[in-house]
Each structure stands twice: as structure tokens, then as C-alpha cells.
């Protein structure tokens, strides 16, 4: 909730804004669409539009065709959702409209469970998803990559973990499929970290009309070396009619060893602490991602007063719903922005999937909270203390 000035950086960015020459776009779409001429195009995008996925996973005609040669398409047993007349009970009384009604409505226990889908103005979607081995093999898939993007669309921000490939096009490529839909996102991308051949990396991919980059970004490291992956932390801010208004927040994105969770969860509270050092200009800590442990067993991370984790232990996170390993974690005082609204995006269920379909996506499931577009706004459902989880 600060109000303080930012230092800008360059470097780690890149974005994508919409508009090109005409001659740009045509060449680019005889390109995709695998034409010599503009008189094979219409055969070709008939083709092409009647095998788009839309929202809810089934096949639709559609009015946006989609990147590259190879057109995603639906999975084979794939059954389309009954229409519910569902809205999210998440943002009723705000103006919003839930544009998938075909989403099944979860039981109204006051926490969404599906989908932050579409936002109004006055709020920010933040997700997490580990998209499993995230390189070359898996952005060549263009039926998972259909699935990826369309999951991306759907937050504001999302902090990526276990991208694992020697090629620096992943996230660049991943942004670009993205911003293709009409609205450009930019990306932050990390080193690659690990301490064996198996180097990841951490990325953050965000909505530029909405989000604004603050600063250049950072790898926090633990001075005794307790990580394997040290936490990539990023500055962003809400774009609002007044900027001195926006809601801004440092994001770190972390990854822990499986082999090492109780070290590396307890050694996140050094790493907050050098973070808030690092970061004078801030106060808004949000650590998100894959902590591989639910926050049961968050060790001395619980035991920071007023850390509060968006997901709570019943919330399965993993694709096999056993356990629950990801989640957003924060200062409930200092970080009032929060909605009390969160969730786990369930792939299988929202696409209509079987676990081995889903499995090709990722082994893990997104997870998210909503947020105020502006500084020092009013909590939404009370918060508790992680510790009381």
C-alpha cells in the first residue's frame, strides 16, 4: 500500500502491442495459415475457424483464428459443459457478467473454486501455476498450448514456475500466442536456477492494459544458499485514472525442492525479510507459487505475524486433487487489497477432461486471489492468520 517514487529498469522485459503495418499482417497470416496467395485464404480459414476450442473447451466457429500452422483442437473425449445459467457468486453486486455461463457453479460456500475469468476494473486477478516442464516439446503441442493460453487469459498476472529448456524463446512465444487474442501481455523472465543440469526458470506474465511494471526485478538469494531456486521478485502497479491511486505489490515467485521442503519453507522467511529490504519502496509482499507443502507444514513461514495463505489446506492443488502444494501468501494487515476471493482453477473440470488430458497440461492446477486495482481499499470476507489454517 505504499506511495512512494519506483526506480524503472529495462532489460528483463518484453512486450507485445498490438498493431502492424498492412503488409506485416498479411505476409504473417499467408504465413500461418500455410498460403502462397490470398486466394487460397478463405478455404483455409473456413478450415481453420470451425476447429477453434472456445472458452469452455468445446468446438466452436469462432471469429479469431488462432497462431501457427498446426490449429489446436479438442481433446477426443471431451464432453461439452450443460449450460447451468451459472454466474459466479465471487463478484455478485459488482457489475460483472460472467462470460463462460456454461461454467459449473461449485457449492456457495463463499470461495470460488473455478475460474477468476473476466475482471472488472476495480480488480486484479493474481495466479500460480507450475506449468510441469514448461520448453520446447510442450509449446510445440498446440492442442496443450490452446489450453495455456487460454489460462492466461484469465488472470491479470501469472507467475509461471518449472520453465525448464536451454531455448530463451519459451516466454516470449508464450506472450506472443497470448497478445494475439487482442490484448497485449509482457513478460518478466529469471535466470535459469537449480543446483544439478535440470535449470529452471521463473517467469511473470501480465495483462499490460491493466498492470504496469515498476522496476527491473530482482533474484533474492538466501545467503547460506538454502534454495535450490531462488525467488525471482518483481514490482508491478495497477494502471488507474490517477497512477498515485493504483494498488502496487512486490511478487516473488518461488519454486521449492521436493527433497528439501522443510529447509527451503522455513529459509522463505529470510528471504521475505532481505526482499522487504531490498524492496524500501514497498510494502506489498505477495510470495506465490509452488511451495510444495500445504500450509500445514509451513514451518516457521506460519509463524510470521499476520502471513495469511490465499489457499487454505482442504484446497487440492496438484492435477490428481491429493495435495495441496501451491498457493499466495501475504501480510493480511499490510496487504488490505485482498478480496477474500480465491481459488484453484480445476482443468479437468472446467475443460471438461480426463486426468490423463489434463496430466499433458501440467501436473499442478493454477491458483489465484482477487485484488483491488487501488491502494488502501477495504478487505473483502475476513482473513484469518495462516497459523489458524
Known amino acids: 500500500m505504499s506511495r512512494r517514487s519506483y526506480p524503472l529498469g529495462t532489460g528483463l522485459i518484453r512486450s507485445y502491442p498490438a498493431g502492424a503495418g498492412l503488409l506485416v499482417v498479411i505476409t504473417t497470416v499467408l504465413g ?54 451459472y454466474q459466479n457468486p465471487g463478484y455478485q453486486n459488482t457489475g460483472y457478467q460472467n462470460p463462460y455461463p456454461n461454467n459449473p457453479a461449485p457449492a456457495n460456500t463463499g470461495v470460488v473454486v473455478n475460474t477468476p475469468a473476466y475482471q472488472p476494473e476495480a480488480f486484479i486477478s493474481i ?29 491479470d498476472i501469472l507467475a509461471i514456475q518449472e520453465i525448464r529448456s536451454t531455448d530463451d524463446t519459451i516466454i516470449p512465444r508464450f506472450a506472443q500466442m497470448i497478445s494475439q487474442f487482442g490484448v497485449p501481455y509482457g513478460y518478466v523472465v529469471g535466470p535459469r536456477e537449480g543446483r544439478t543440469n535440470s535449470k529452471e526458470q521463473y517467469a511473470f506474465i501480465y495483462n499490460e492494459q491493466k498492470i504496469q511494471r515498476l522496476d527491473q526485478g530482482m533474484v533474492v538469494r538466501h545467503p547460506s544458499q538454502l534454495l535450490h531456486r531462488d525467488p525471482l521478485c518483481v514490482t508491478f502497479r495497477c494502471r488507474t485514472p490517477d497512477p498515485r491511486s493504483g494498488f502496487s505489490f512486490t511478487l516473488m515467485n518461488i519454486h521449492t ?34 511451495f510444495n507443502a500445504s500450509p500445514r507444514q509451513f514451518g516457521r513461514l506460519a509463524q510470521v505475524s499476520n502471513l495469511f495463505a490465499a489457499i487454505p489446506p482442504e484446497m487440492t492443488t496438484n492435477t490428481l486433487r491429493t495435495k495441496c502444494y501451491d498457493n499466495i501468501v501475504f501480510d493480511r494487515i499490510a496487504t488490505s487489497e ?15 477432461l480426463d486426468p490423463q488430458q489434463a496430466l499433458l497440461i501440467s501436473d499442478h492446477q493454477p491458483v489465484w486471489g482477487l485484488f483491488s486495482a487501488y491502494e488502501n481499499a477495504q478487505p473483502g470476507l475476513a482473513a484469518q492468520p495462516l497459523g489458524f489454517r
Open 32 to 85: 500461418w495459415l500455410g498460403c502462397d496467395s490470398l486466394s487460397q485464404v478463405a478455404d483455409r480459414t473456413a478450415d481453420l475457424l470451425n476447429r477453434v476450442p472456445n472458452a469452455n473447451g468445446t468446438v466452436a466457429t469462432s471469429n479469431t483464428a488462432p497462431w501457427g500452422t498446426a490449429v489446436p483442437t479438442q481433446f477426443p473425449s471431451q464432453i461439452p459443459a450443460q449450460n447451468t445459467g
Open 257 to 290: 525442492d521436493p527433497d528439501d521442503v522443510p529447509i527451503e519453507v522455513n529459509a522463505l522467511v529470510d528471504i521475505l525479510q532481505l526482499a522487504r529490504q531490498a524492496f524500501t519502496y514497498e510494502d506489498d509482499f505477495i510470495l506465490l507459487g509452488d
Open 127 to 155: 495466479g500460480s501455476f507450475n506449468i510441469q516442464v514448461f520448453g520446447v516439446d510442450k509449446i510445440s503441442d498446440p492442442t496443450v498450448m490452446s489450453y495455456l493460453v487460454d489460462v492466461a487469459r484469465k488472470f
Open 338 to 352: 485482498f478480496q477474500g476471493k480465491y481459488g484453484v482453477f480445476d482443468l479437468a473440470s472446467f475443460y471438461k
